[in-house]
């Protein structure tokens, strides 16, 4: 890990870390990792004891890898429906979050929060995106807000992993909001105040990144991997097809133990192949292109780029592109492909769901969530909020799934959840009131979970109400958890939130 790469002028680091890393340069522990390789394919596998040496098991035992990523849902919550009723360790879930019941003792729920320095009532959802992460207001016409706290850990892992980071989004739509650059709309991480990162919305480019990104002399995106990858696609071969001898050959040196971990994650990976080609079937032909004679093609022609319908949305529809991507994410975890994830589930504003057919919602999101104290809006928008709590809830417990060390890859991350917005009615960053529902009287704020212990370092398992403590003090926190000594960060981060870690 290392902290002297950032430059960022509302980040700055402990000075005595900052001295130390200077006189020693931390270099990441890698441990040896088992890696199957083939023409068009390069697997890396979860950490498999079997083949660790003493000190590399003692060393990853000691200090697991620890993943964070940041969940964006867009236009704001119904808060009646979203803020439970009591906090502590004994509180109630919300109807909106009731499908996190399974992983609710590795789950932290907050009301209280605030993050004013993002607030803009004229560009909320234009400029919301970037401050959930940066804690920073967008400014225009140039493009300028700050570094997002997923950046932050990223680039202080350096080259720990293959893929730095990935950003991935369900949607291509953007829109420019009173004027300000779209990129805010559709970006949530940044490397820098002038540097977005846009996410990717296409699953096929997505299961590529991961599972062959490497030719077979090791060169990313080299011109013969992308040929052979483009042959595997037209002939519709598994990734898994071309790797299974060295897989076979490696399971015999395994224990028991790790040859079901492995048999897992094989399987999962085929299954997330699968339910790629199903979400984007007809990017692909179903059958391998052939030359006159009847021969297979040997460069086949292959459609490029995300194909989307009139709403931005890739081919498939949202639950099952949704359903791919959190396919996708965890099993990037799961091999430790990345260990920072960005992801946007939709954006906001405009640029959110035109209609949500499959909860039989023919009204577009965005105006919803304009409710004006509306009840029976409200109770349209808590039915969105679950349906996308769901979703969320399914990743997390795919992860819980997966054993690491004493515990899981759940375990073994940061999993933290927000919108642009509070309220999509107030465009507010904080407290709202809802006068038309009196009998409502939870601690509202900014919506926030968080999922995963860190390795044990967060207290979970309860909900927590602060008084309109700055969200960029939660991320002090998060980083230093992260074992990232920020001091400062944003607009308002000053120090680090009490009573959330060990």
Known sequence: MSITRIRDKNVTFDAKALAAERRNPRRPLVTRRAILRAAAASITLP????????SEARAQAASPPIRFLSWYLPCGVWGPS??????????????????LAPVKSKLLVFSGIQNTPAVNPQGSHGCGAPGMTTCMQGQKPQIQVGISVDQVYAQSLGTATVIPSMQISGTTSTFSDTSYPSVYNGTTSWASATQPLPPVSNPATIFNQIFANTS???????????AALAMRKALRKSVL????????????????TDRLKVDEYLTSVRAAELAVEASMSNTVSTCAPVNADGGVMTSP????????????????????????????????FQCDATRVINYQQMNGGHSSYSSLPWLNIDQDHHGLSHHNGNVATGALLAQIEAWEISMFSSF????????EGSGTVLDNSIIFLSNEISDGNAHN???TTYSTVPTFTAATGKPILIAGTAGGKLITGQQISYNAEPQANLFITLLN???VPTTTFGAAGTAPLTGLTA
């Open 481 to 483: 958890t992260l074992g």
């Open 216 to 226: 077979p002399s090791g060169d990313a995106g080299s011109a013969d991997a992308s």
């Open 47 to 54: 950490v498999l004891e079997s083949l660790l040496t003493r």
């Open 241 to 256: 097809d071309e790797v299974t001898g060295e897989a076979n050959s490696l399971v015999a040196r395994l224990g028991t």
């Open 82 to 99: 979203w803020f439970p009723a009591d906090t502590g360790v004994n509180y109630t879930l919300s109807s909106t979050l009731a499908s």
């Open 301 to 332: 022609s292959l459609p490029t780029g995300p194909l989307t319908n009139g709403n931005g949305y890739p081919i498939a529809d949202p639950p099952t592109l949704t359903a791919t991507m959190i396919q996708l994410m965890a099993l990037a």
């Open 429 to 431: 960053q904080g407290t």
């Open 396 to 403: 997390l417990q795919k992860l819980n799934a997966m054993p």
